[in-house]
DNA sequence: CTTGACCTTGAAGTGGCTTCAAGGTCTTGA
DNA sequence: TCAAGACCTTGAAGCCACTTCAAGGTCAAG
């Protein structure tokens, strides 16, 4: 099968496989005489592996581990366990994050209900005279 | 004032204050006979603001949008307000984004309660056969 | 007069792709 | 038989909001 239609499949696109080749998510396929790339059914569902874990958000360091740990003969999958616990810890805290952040920009939206002249608006001194140091930095790659 | 004062009260680095000025959001300052980047408190307010802007994760354009409206002589706040209420809105999706997944992960993380051998393991088999189009694109600039 | 703290510019790296440019290959139908 | 158009190739650049690095210039204190 050609890369279109592997992209069809694993409903992604082209490109974005050749880069997982490039990262070394997904392993090089073979070529044909044409110097096309030539897959067999194992890459797509390694493939679609990928993809899923990429719909919940793991980073490729996180996939790139839990590949390895999938290709290790005689491993229980405890380690796979921790890894997806680790995971729902970062989905926690940037939930967490978001949510005092959202208190923060409700409070400052409550500071000006209505329209009014510009100097006297709540939200732009709000804007000019919080301490920015009061929210921490973000710690995981949810954003 | 030299740029590594103003970033020690602004609480950001001198590298940040550059990037800033390149991209337009802090206007450039002037020059030391040594070439030096020279501010006044005019420069740190607006830094400040920036800052806190980006404390509450706005993306540059909406800092640029509220800049610009704050610098217009007439105007009202409305569109200020608007542009808070939108960006409540981004934070507001991606939580709901977020939620929906540690569901999702939280879900698969049953499958597979305890150590066990990697051909039964509940979460591999479910990365493998999940359906990655159940969940929807990104949609805001909050990751 | 040297050390070291500060400043300058420009380029490259981060992550996970997408988009673009400039081609080569293959299939189909006139 | 040959031309159009769909598909494939590579490599580079763009996205965002920075951070880091390299290679230097400037300045105050000891």
Known sequence: ???????SKAKCSAE???YYEKE???PAAERSPSNYRSYGDGHLERLRF???CRALDMAHDEIRALLALMDAPDAG???VNDLVDEHIGHVD???RE????KQQLSALRQQCPSERALDTCGILR???SMDAGALGKRHTHLG
């Not at 099968?1 to 992209?7: H, P, R």
């Not at 978001?98 to 952040?101: A, K, R, S, V």
């Open 77 to 79: 999958c405890g380690a």
């Open 1 to 7: 099968m050609k890369i279109g239609e592997l992209a």
């Open 50 to 52: 990928i993809r899923n």
């Open 24 to 26: 070394g998510l997904l």
């Open 93 to 95: 805290r940037r939930i």
């Open 126 to 128: 709000g804007l000019a």
């Open 98 to 101: 978001l949510t005092d952040l």
């Open 16 to 18: 974005t496989i050749r």
